[in-house]
């Protein structure tokens, strides 16, 4: 059975501080994606990474990859309040077309 | 362009009724899913479809049926609910293997 698993759960920090969220997964796969959930919302794509090595940036958010150790990093540079919200991390196999999420991580932003 | 829109958006049901969730994708997207989201478990996948004609089951199909009307539209049925289906259902699609997924705005579902 694939398990994905995310941690921190639950994450505080202050506006202008930095953290990661990592994400770990027990079986091979050379996908992995990152969501963000707003409170009552649904989930909006964030980053799809597709190799060893991968690293994708979108403003204070950076994403890697490495299928080896099978982590993924979310890296939050200089947290601002518009950031709070939960980020899943998903893995999908190499055959098949299913995809499995993590538990997420709930990001709160404090001024 | 709607993207993945789903009806309806909030439910309630007593224990023994039968419903059915609506999906409907226009990006000619071959692959839907159905997933249900509760409080610390993340989203669960419980059928999808990966072509027009094809439905398969995921991690929790017990308790749900599925029916690929046609390319656009996926729907998920529940014959006679139970409180443990009380959830958020998510439906999503995506057009290629493994490619991301784009996901609907979600129904709430209490069933009493």
């Known amino acids: 059975e694939l398990k994905v698993e995310q941690n921190p759960l639950f994450l505080s920090m202050q506006e202008g501080k930095n953290y990661t969220i990592y994400c770990n997964y027990s079986?091979?796969?050379?996908?992995l994606y990152w969501y963000r959930q707003d409170p009552g919302k649904s989930l909006e794509s964030l980053f799809v990474?597709?190799?060893?090595?991968a690293v994708k940036q979108e403003g204070r958010l950076m994403a890697s990859l490495d299928t080896k150790a099978r982590l993924s990093t979310l890296h939050i540079t200089a947290a601002v309040h518009d950031l709070s919200a939960t980020y899943f991390c998903?893995?999908?196999?190499?055959?098949?077309?299913?995809?499995?999420f993590g538990t997420g991580t709930s990001l709160t932003v404090i001024p | 362009n709607a993207g993945v829109t789903q009806t309806p958006k909030f439910q309630v049901l007593k224990t023994g009724q039968s419903m059915t969730l609506q999906c409907a994708q226009d990006?000619?997207?071959?692959?839907m899913y159905w997933y249900r989201q509760d409080p610390g478990m993340g989203l669960r996948l419980i059928y999808y479809?990966?072509?027009?004609?094809?439905?398969d089951k995921g991690e929790v199909p017990n308790g749900y049926n599925v029916s690929r009307l046609n390319k656009r539209e996926f729907s998920l049925r529940l014959e006679s609910a139970a409180p443990s289906q009380t959830s958020v259902y998510f439906c999503?699609?995506?057009?290629?293997?493994?490619?991301?997924?784009?996901f609907g705005p979600g129904t709430r579902l209490l069933v009493l």
């Open positions: 999503a699609s995506n057009d290629r293997l493994r490619e991301t997924q784009y």
């Open positions: 079986t091979t796969s050379d996908r």
């Open positions: 990006m000619n997207h071959n692959s």
């Open positions: 479809s990966a072509s027009e004609g094809t439905t």
């Open positions: 998903a893995v999908s196999l190499l055959t098949g077309n299913q995809f499995y």
């Open positions: 990474l597709l190799s060893n090595g």
